[in-house]
């Protein structure tokens, strides 16, 4: 077994904390590759934030549990050779069982989710519960999940929304244990968050698209004050992003995703985490395409990956700084 303190990691207790004290949320980035880490981890250095690496299904299946652990120890070291120490989470997202969870604790992880919103809520009580019980015997911290988000990340597909209803937040915390509850007020995985027709257009013919449930999050937050809330599906989906993949072979169309005033709002409330994948991984696609039209003799991925690394690192700078406000806060 490998301990996340014999990494250099921490878990997200005090993070977490100084967060909903501090009216900020934490960034949560999703990472595959060394281009996606060193990404994340120059735009927190940077920036002097916190982070937390999220690990999904498809990436631990992508890279190998194995390598995307020593990718999180190395991150630890390569922030101190940047210049300044930061706090780095390994998480496990969207944990679908109890064995995925406890391989990953075992396997030197400092924080994991355990995803039951797909079972009946016993049955999610009994699931979150064992994980629990088992993650705090090693000090690792565990978010749980009431309500469904709608969309496509990895292997997580649900094809329409559940609300969290605020009457139950207060048992199921109670009952599992949990560090941290993921909710359901209107975000989505993947770039496809909302159809145009659910949408209004601004003065510029920008698609905007519903508000998020503020109300649903003031009742949670008032019946769990100070209780860390996160929130999944999270991408602003960036359309200058989508438009430089449109216009270099790219086809993706109706890409519409959380406004980033929403997310600032939500951020300087109880939400302490804040999950953001496909932000990064448009970026990455567009800079990629836009390169290679470019340079069409080029073959080195490095002269490819360069640009997207350098574009993830922008944006994700950006949104330490601008929507989460975590940056100087590390």
Do not use: W
């Amino acid at each position: 077994m490998t301990s996340y303190k014999e990494l250099g990691l921490v878990n997200t207790t005090e993070m977490f904390a100084k967060a909903v004290k501090g009216g900020y949320a934490i960034p949560a980035y999703n990472f595959n590759n060394m281009e996606q880490m060193q990404a994340i981890i120059q735009a927190c250095v940077e920036t002097k934030s916190p982070v937390i690496l999220q690990v999904s299904a498809g990436a631990r299946k992508y890279a190998n549990g194995t390598l995307l652990r020593n990718m999180a120890k190395g991150a630890v070291e390569y922030a101190k050779e940047l210049g300044y120490e930061i706090p780095v989470v390994l998480h496990l997202d969207h944990g679908a069982d109890f064995e995925i969870c406890k391989e990953c604790i075992d396997n030197g992880f400092s924080s994991v989710m355990i995803d039951g919103s797909h079972h009946p809520y016993d049955k999610n009580i009994e699931l979150t519960r064992k994980v629990v019980d088992y993650a705090h015997k090693y000090g690792v911290t565990v978010e749980g999940e009431l309500g469904v988000l709608a969309g496509i990340e990895d292997d997580v597909v649900a094809e329409k929304s559940t609300y969290t209803q605020p009457e139950e937040v207060i048992d199921f915390v109670s009952k599992t244990g949990v560090d941290s509850l993921a909710i359901s007020i209107g975000t989505s995985h993947g770039a496809n968050k909302f159809k145009p027709a659910q949408c209004t257009k601004n003065a510029d013919g920008v698609l905007i698209p519903p508000p998020l449930r503020f109300d649903i999050l003031e009742e949670i937050e008032k019946q769990l004050p100070g209780f860390p809330i996160v929130l999944h599906g999270s991408s602003s989906v960036p359309q200058d992003q989508v438009k430089i993949i449109n216009e270099n072979g790219g086809a993706i169309q109706d890409a519409v995703g959380i406004p980033e005033s929403e997310l600032r709002k939500a951020a300087k409330s109880a939400v302490c985490k804040i999950n953001i994948d496909s932000d990064g991984r448009l970026a990455m696609t567009a800079a990629i395409r836009k390169h290679m039209a470019e340079n069409p003799g080029h073959f080195d991925p490095r002269q490819y990956l360069a640009p997207a690394r350098d574009s993830l690192k922008a944006i994700y700078s950006a949104k330490n700084v601008n929507v989460l406000g975590s940056a100087n806060h590390a």
